[in-house]
């Protein structure tokens, strides 16, 4: 078990850390929390649990997932840890040269060109049939429920809402954008805090998800809605590529840092980002979290790591340097020896070649989940499916479009994705799930989560509450406003390029569940930058 204390909150969030028997559900909307706790409750488990929060989180918070997106999970069942990765291709009929001819000199944010096929949906049938407990109808009843029925605006999702209608509205001038203002703006304006806002269209979409098993969304109307509106827009998906689609169960990968292990889905995840780092830093001992030489060298390692990142995550299929590689001892050492007393513009090394929703879940059986999915940018592309309520990601814009790159847009490809789970182990025992989401912050939260709890022994709601700092590029960080003013003048003296922000939701958003492996009582922190709560029993 983690050595923590429960009563000590240097950066109060004026909550405790929670802590119950029976099962325990942390996500950043309630309502989703509450309704996976329901499904506990009725005699589901953790995996249940999690598919039930996943899917009402893409009815009660929109601005950040829907059944358009992709999904990554780390499941613990029956002593054995699984990752599945549910992301999808690029169109079988895109191309590098295709986007080019079409005068971009770089993948578009918006419209129907970076729309990749969605994973969310497979991966909800794909956890729930391989170690559900209960039927696929009856895990998706609460996010059908709210989607029918509606529900009130929270804080934190009627700003972000707010947002996303400006950006729109400037944005998404044609007829192909139609449909999203259609559905998320019905009366010409984001729905405010504390309005009902519904969709009918998302809530008969997840019922026939939920009676057809997803083959109604892969196979069948949702299939034939892709093909008619991407051959009128000018697009690339078709219905094929969602029939030839399919979830992957996937073998974890992991460092051990001060003997624990931490894990992370392989590449085209990030979170092979997060590894390198914790990699390079178990070399180095720290005995205070609020000192200069431990944010500095945190700092230096993410950068390092970041950029070889950049440069060789793809596809894992496509990928030129290998995993163990990139992962040794030999080439974190290398990497350390390049952090010095001052901060470093970083470039990859060579090594030896060979806007997200997060939520946690866990059940009195020691089952557990870390789930994330996304639509990447906020709503994602912009573009709805007409009658379905089905927001589309806009993953694609990850890919490049220099073909000497690395993660170079190809038919039928995965793209460097920024969404991770994360997941902690020490020996063969469980310790937890735990994620902070955020585009390509997640890794960089990743990192001061683990720091936090396994080298400053911060409870799980402390490691949660702490100021954040975040690496954008070159020498440039920014930092929360909360952050200590003196470190942020000493960081700006050793040439970090300080950036002091009021925006705290470009820090990510994190989850974390621990479980004690005597006891089994859980123990969980919840993010304090939004909406979210912890529902337990």
């Known amino acids: 078990m983690l050595n923590f204390d429960s009563l000590n909150y240097p950066y109060s969030s004026r909550r405790n850390v929670t802590i119950s028997k029976k099962g325990m559900v942390a996500t950043s909307q309630p309502l989703a929390a509450n309704a996976g706790l329901e499904i506990l409750k009725q005699g589901g488990n953790a995996i249940d649990a999690a598919v039930c929060t996943a899917a009402c989180l893409t009815v009660v918070e929109p601005t950040s997932n829907g059944i358009g997106g992709d999904a990554f999970s ?12 549910s992301s999808g291709q690029a169109p079988q009929d895109i191309s590098r040269e295709k986007v080019v001819e079409r005068g971009y000199e770089k993948m578009p944010t918006l419209g129907p060109l970076p729309v990749t096929v969605p994973g969310a949906p497979a991966a909800w049938v794909e956890m729930n049939e391989k170690f559900g407990k209960l039927s696929l ?3 998706l009843a609460p996010a059908i429920r709210y989607a029918l029925e509606g529900y009130p605006i929270t804080p934190t999702l009627g ?3 707010d947002r996303a209608f400006k950006k729109y509205s400037k944005e998404c001038k044609g007829e192909e954008f139609s449909e999203w203002f259609k559905i998320f703006a019905p009366n010409k304006r984001a729905p ?17 998800i939920a009676e057809t098993k997803g083959e109604h969304f892969y196979k069948g109307e949702i299939a034939e809605k892709v093909d008619h509106y991407f051959k009128k827009y000018n697009g690339y998906l078709k219905g094929e590529d969602l029939e030839q689609f399919s979830s992957q169960w996937v073998d974890p990968i992991s460092v051990n840092y001060r003997g624990y292990d931490i894990w992370e889905i392989p590449p085209n995840g990030q979170g092979l980002v997060a590894l390198m780092a914790l990699n390079i830093l178990k070399q180095e001992e720290f005995s205070s979290k609020e000192a200069l030489d431990t944010y500095h060298k945190q700092i230096e390692a993410l950068k390092l790591a ?11 299929e496509h990928m030129k340097v290998s995993l163990d590689d990139l992962l040794s001892d030999t080439y974190a050492k290398e990497r350390l020896n ?15 070649q060979g806007g997200t929703v997060y939520l946690a879940t866990a059940d009195e059986e020691g089952n557990m989940v870390s789930f994330i999915q996304s639509n990447y940018m906020g709503f994602g592309s912009g573009v709805v499916l007409p009658g379905t309520g089905v927001s589309l990601q806009n993953r694609g814009h ?10 170079v847009l190809e038919p039928g490809k995965r793209t460097y994705h920024t969404i991770i789970p994360g997941f902690m182990t020490k020996g063969d025992e469980p310790v937890g799930p735990f994620g902070v989401m955020g585009g390509f912050m997640q890794p960089q939260g990743h990192l001061q989560v683990v720091m936090n709890t396994i080298d400053f022994g911060m409870n799980p709601q402390a490691a949660l509450d702490a100021p954040r700092w975040q690496w954008t590029e070159g020498k440039k960080v920014s930092l929360e406003q909360n952050f200590s003013s003196n470190i942020a003048k000493s960081l700006n003296r050793r040439g970090h390029d300080i950036n002091l922000s009021l925006e705290s939701d470009s ?5 974390i569940i621990f479980r004690d492996p005597k006891s089994g009582v859980l123990f969980g922190g919840t993010e304090p930058r939004t909406d979210s709560t912890i529902a337990s029993y």
Do not use: C
């Open 74 to 85: 780390l499941v613990w069942h029956n002593g054995k840890l699984h990752g599945l990765n």
């Open 137 to 139: 109808e009856k895990v």
């Open 159 to 161: 700003e972000n809402w």
């Open 192 to 208: 405010r805090i504390g309005e009902m806002w519904s969709s009918k269209d998302h809530g008969e979409t997840l019922r026939k």
């Open 306 to 316: 970041f950029v070889d990142g950049q440069k060789y995550i793809t596809d894992l």
């Open 338 to 352: 390049q952090i010095g007393d001052t901060a470093i513009t970083p470039e990859p090394g060579k090594p030896d």
């Open 398 to 407: 990850s890919f490049s479009l220099d073909k000497d790159h690395y993660n």
């Open 507 to 511: 820090f990510g958003r994190g989850q």
